[in-house]
């Protein structure tokens, strides 16, 4: 495992959840300035129609899960950290909450009509494997949203290059679990820039792929839709 590097492997990367449970939601508020709710909002109100039944991957403590099943989705949350989930269950008990493996969904083929994954792919060991696996389990005009931290490019950088390699590790000194927010802004480096992130999709097999960026560029909503017809935006 290294911090610099931001890479760790699985086990290391389920551990670190496990630790930061805890504090996990609180941190994300801080982190964000709270605005952490408002981009899941804006990823539900484009990736969730009611009646629709959603994976939300990667859920942790299911903020994003939550924000689905209440626009009237029929939601499974699945994510390897059992305290993160034993957090999401607390909050949300009649959700279905699945402890399982992106890498190795434990879902049939094509069994969802839309997945989302909040601020979880930057942590899998193999993002091709990811984007392959949300692939399969999708409908074909199922739609994927990955929203997820990235870097900015204009006028920000500067701010964000101060609050995530020098503030956020700092103040997980303070706070248990607190090797994690180092590891956070080395898994943000080292994660594909928007773009990229949009090209690897289509090679899964995504199609309509496109993406926005919200907080100045700092947080990018990915979309795509697992066959080529957007049934819901057309
Ligand atoms: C930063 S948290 C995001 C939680 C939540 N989606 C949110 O919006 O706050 C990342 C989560 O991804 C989970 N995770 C990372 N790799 C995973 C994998 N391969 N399979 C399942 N869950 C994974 C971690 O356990 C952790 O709960």
Same mark, same amino acid.
């Given at each position: 495992?290294?911090?610099?590097?931001?890479?760790?492997?699985?086990?290391?990367?389920?551990?670190?959840? +496990?630790?930061?449970?805890?504090?996990?939601?609180?941190?994300?508020?801080?982190?964000?300035?709270?605005?952490?709710?408002?981009?899941r909002r804006r990823t539900v109100r484009i990736a969730?129609?009611?009646?629709?039944?959603?994976?939300?991957?990667?859920?942790?403590?299911?903020?994003?899960?939550?924000?689905?099943q209440r626009a009237g989705a029929s939601v499974v949350g699945l994510d390897f950290s059992p305290e993160m989930l034993a957090r999401a269950r607390r909050k949300a008990p009649a959700i279905e909450w699945?402890?399982?493996?992106?890498?190795?969904?434990?879902?049939?083929?094509?069994?969802?009509?839309?997945a989302t994954v909040g601020f979880g792919v930057r942590n899998v060991a193999e993002l091709e494997g990811a984007l392959a696996e949300l692939h399969r389990v999708l409908k074909a005009d199922g739609l994927v949203a990955i929203l997820e931290i990235t870097r900015p490019r204009g006028p920000l950088r500067v701010f964000y290059?101060?609050?995530? +390699?020098?503030?956020?590790?700092?103040?997980?000194?303070?706070?248990?679990?607190?090797?994690?927010?180092t590891y956070l802004p080395a898994s943000v480096k080292r994660f594909p820039a928007a773009e990229a992130l949009a090209e690897l999709m289509r090679a899964a097999g995504f199609g309509?792929?496109?993406? +926005?960026?919200?907080?100045?560029?700092?947080?990018?909503?990915?979309?795509?839709?697992?066959?080529?017809? +957007?049934?819901?935006?057309?």
């Open positions: 495992m290294t911090h610099e590097t931001g890479r760790l492997a699985a086990d290391e990367v389920r551990g670190m959840f +496990d630790r930061i449970a805890p504090v996990y939601d609180a941190m994300n508020r801080i982190m964000t300035l709270g605005l952490d709710q408002r981009w969730v129609r009611p009646g629709d039944r959603v994976l939300d991957a990667c859920c942790g403590t299911g903020d994003l899960a939550i924000l689905a699945v402890e399982g493996d992106l890498l190795a969904l434990p879902f049939e083929d094509e069994s969802f009509d839309a290059s101060l609050w995530f +390699d020098r503030i956020v590790p700092l103040l997980g000194k303070v706070l248990p679990g607190g090797a994690a927010y309509l792929v496109r993406y +926005d960026l919200m907080a100045g560029g700092i947080v990018a909503r990915h979309i795509g839709i697992a066959g080529t017809f +957007d049934r819901r935006h057309t």
